[in-house]
C-alpha cells in the first residue's frame, strides 16, 4: 500500500540526536520483538524502493517506517525537531507545502511546510499520553491540490524513567506463626512502575528489606516476604515493622524507589508448658468446714494464648487424695482446691496433695520440647475451730422408780470439749423439754435428780434434753437425749402377794416405807376378804 501512494515520508528523526547514546543503544539493544520485526519490514521495503531509485533519503538507523520518536519530558531551550516529511516530487523549489493534520496538529506538533520539519512546542509526558496518530498530506503550494494521497504516521513518546515505583496497596499487615521454618512464605508485595515496561529498565523493578532484618526477608524479584531467622518466639515479640523497597533500573544505580510498610504479627503455636510458680504451696482449712467449701486457689502460668494457654488440674497423690478435691474455675484458669470430706483437726493436722497442671492441646510439631505439664506440692493444714462440747454418749437411758423421794439419783450425763482448749462444760436442762421441772441437773458435773417423787400411772416415760455448752468465749451447744423411765413399785397392784414382794423398796426413806406397808397391807386384807 505505502508503495503504491508514492509519497515517501522519509524520517529523519533529528530527535533522535537528542536521545543519550545509552537511550538509544538500550532501545534497539532490548526493545520487543515487535519492534525488531518492523524493522526488518522497513529495510526490506528500502531496500525495494532503493533499487527502483525512489527513496532518496533512506535511513541508515533503520528507523521504524511509519514511527517518528520523541523523548519525553524534554525541557531544551529550543523546540524538539521530530523528524520531517519528504516528498520525493518535492524537487526542492519550495512549490511544495506539507500540511499536519491529527492529534496535536498545530499546537504540540507544528510544521513548518516547506521543509516538511516537524517540531513538538511542548514537553510530552509518556505517562499521560504515549502517542500521537498524525497525518501528513503534500499539496501544490499554489493550487492546494493534493500531490500525494494523505498518510497516517505516528509520533510515539520516547520514554525516560521519571517515574518511582509505588506501592499502591500499602501498608500491608500480615500474620504467620511464630516458630515458622526459615523461609515460610508470609505475604507478597507489589508495586507499580508507570514508566514503559517494554522499554528499558525504567519499570523493571527490584525489591529489597530496608527494616525488619534479620527476621525477615525478601525476594528481589517477586516481593515474596519469607521468615530468615529460627525459632521467632511470639511470647518475647510479637509484631515487626517491616519496610520494603522497590527500586526500578533493576535495581541499580539512580534508579528510582519507593517504599512500604508490612507490619507482622506472630500467631501463637503452642510452645510452652504451663508452669507453678512455686514448688510448695500452703492452705490452710479449718475444721468446720463443710465439703464443697473452698480451701484455697493456685495457678499455672502459661504465656500461650487461647487453647494453646489452657491448663487442666488434677491431683496425682497425697495422703489428701480423699479428703480435697481440685475443680478449675475457666475464667481465671485457677485451680480451686475444695473439701471433699470433713477433716477433723484433733485426727489430723496437715495433708498433702501433689498436683499437676498440663495443656489438654498439645501441637505434635512441638513436642519434643515438653512435657506440656508441671507438678507443685500443695501443703493444706487443719485449723482447730472453736467446736462445741460432745456427750460421750449418743442418748441416755435412766430409770427412777415411781414415788422415790425428790433429789433421788436419777442418772449422770458426761459432755467434753474436744478443743485443745479443752474449757470446762455447763450443764443445763433447756426448760422446755421438762415443763414441770421434774428434774434438775448439776451444772458442773452432769447429775440428774428429781424434784418429786414421780407417779409411773401419771407418765411412764420423761423424755427431756440435756445441753452442754463450754466456758469460756463460746457460743455453740450441744444437745443430749435423755429417757427416763418411771420403774412401777406396784403401788395399786394386786400382784403383791407377800410382805416380802412389797418390801423391794427398802431403800426409800422410813416414813414413806411406813405409808407404803399400811396401804400395801389394807390391800391385801380386802382381797383376802373377798375371796373369803
Ligand atoms: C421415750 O423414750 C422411750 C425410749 O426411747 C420410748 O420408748 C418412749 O416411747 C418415749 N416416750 C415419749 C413420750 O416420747
Ligand atoms: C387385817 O385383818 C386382820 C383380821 O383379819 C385385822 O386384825 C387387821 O387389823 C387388819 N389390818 C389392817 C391394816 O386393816
Ligand atoms: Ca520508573
Ligand atoms: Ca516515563
Ligand atoms: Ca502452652
Ligand atoms: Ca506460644
Not at 535511513?59 to 511509519?66: F, I, T
Not at 467449701?293 to 487453647?307: H, I, N, T
Not at 407377800?498 to 416414813?511: A, D, I, K
Request: proline letters at 6%; glycine letters at 8%.
Amino acid at each position: 500500500m505505502w508503495e503504491e501512494l508514492r509519497l515517501q515520508v522519509f524520517f529523519l528523526c533529528l530527535g533522535a540526536a537528542l536521545w543519550s547514546a545509552a537511550a538509544a543503544a538500550t532501545h534497539r539493544g532490548s526493545g520487543p520483538r515487535e519492534r525488531g520485526h518492523r524493522r526488518h519490514l522497513s529495510l526490506h521495503r528500502h531496500r525495494e524502493r532503493g533499487k527502483e531509485g525512489q527513496v532518496l533519503h533512506r535511513s541508515k538507523r533503520g528507523w521504524v517506517w511509519n514511527q517518528f520518536f520523541v523523548i519525553e519530558e524534554y525541557t531544551g531551550p529550543d523546540p524538539v525537531l521530530v523528524g520531517r516529511l519528504h516528498s520525493d516530487v518535492d524537487s526542492g523549489n519550495g512549490n511544495i507545502k506539507y500540511i499536519l493534520s491529527g492529534e496535536g496538529a498545530g499546537t504540540i506538533f507544528v510544521i513548518d511546510d516547506k521543509t516538511g520539519n516537524i517540531h513538538a512546542t511542548k514537553t510530552l509526558d509518556r505517562e499521560e499520553q504515549a502517542q500521537y496518530t498524525l497525518t501528513a498530506q503534500a499539496v501544490a503550494r499554489d493550487t492546494n491540490k493534493p500531490l500525494e494521497p494523505p498518510s497516517e504516521f505516528i509520533v510515539k513518546v520516547q520514554d525516560i524513567n521519571d517515574n518511582p515505583p509505588e506501592f499502591l496497596h500499602g501498608p500491608y499487615y500480615a500474620r504467620v506463626a511464630e516458630m515458622s521454618n526459615v523461609g515460610t512464605s508470609v505475604i507478597k508485595v507489589t508495586a507499580t512502575d508507570a514508566d514503559d515496561p517494554t522499554y528499558g529498565n525504567s519499570a523493571r523493578l527490584v525489591y529489597s528489606i530496608l527494616q525488619g532484618q534479620p527476621y525477615f526477608s525478601v525476594e528481589p524479584q517477586t516481593g515474596i516476604i519469607r521468615t530468615a531467622l529460627p525459632n521467632m518466639d511470639r511470647e518475647a515479640r510479637q509484631e515487626y515493622d517491616v519496610v520494603i523497597q522497590a527500586k526500578d533500573m533493576g535495581g541499580h544505580m539512580g534508579g528510582l524507589s519507593g517504599t512500604t510498610q508490612v507490619k507482622i504479627t506472630l500467631t501463637d503455636v503452642n510452645d510452652n508448658p504451663p508452669k507453678f510458680a512455686q514448688g510448695v504451696y500452703a492452705m490452710a482449712v479449718s475444721e468446720d468446714k463443710v465439703p464443697g467449701e473452698e480451701v484455697g486457689r493456685l495457678k499455672a502460668r502459661d504465656p500461650d494464648l487461647a487453647e494453646n494457654g489452657l491448663v487442666d488440674y488434677r491431683i496425682l497423690e497425697g495422703d489428701g487424695m480423699n479428703f480435697f478435691e481440685i475443680t478449675k474455675d475457666s475464667e481465671t484458669q485457677e485451680a480451686v482446691v475444695k473439701l471433699k470430706k470433713p477433716v477433723d483437726f484433733e485426727t489430723k493436722r496437715s495433708y498433702t496433695l501433689k498436683v499437676e497442671a498440663s495443656n489438654p492441646h498439645v501441637d505434635p510439631r512441638f513436642a519434643t520440647w515438653g512435657p506440656y505439664k508441671d507438678t507443685t506440692i500443695v501443703k493444706i493444714s487443719v485449723e482447730d475451730a472453736d467446736e462445741p462440747p460432745t456427750f460421750m454418749a449418743p442418748s441416755y437411758n435412766f430409770e427412777v422408780e415411781e414415788n422415790a423421794p425428790a433429789g433421788t439419783l436419777v442418772g449422770r450425763v458426761h459432755a467434753k470439749d474436744t478443743d485443745i482448749m479443752n474449757n470446762p462444760v455447763r450443764y443445763m436442762i433447756p426448760r422446755y423439754t421438762d415443763l414441770e421441772e421434774f428434774f434438775t441437773i448439776n451444772t458442773e458435773d452432769g447429775i440428774i435428780k428429781t424434784t418429786r417423787p414421780l407417779d409411773r400411772e401419771a407418765q411412764s416415760w420423761h423424755n427431756i434434753s440435756v445441753s452442754a455448752a463450754e466456758i469460756g468465749g463460746h457460743h455453740q451447744d450441744a444437745k443430749v437425749r435423755v429417757n427416763i423411765k418411771v420403774k412401777d413399785v406396784n403401788d395399786n397392784a394386786p400382784e403383791f402377794a407377800t410382805q416380802n414382794e412389797v418390801l423391794v423398796c427398802e431403800n426409800v426413806s422410813p416414813g414413806k416405807v411406813n405409808r407404803l406397808l399400811l396401804k400395801a397391807l389394807y390391800i391385801y386384807n380386802k382381797t383376802l376378804v373377798n375371796n373369803q
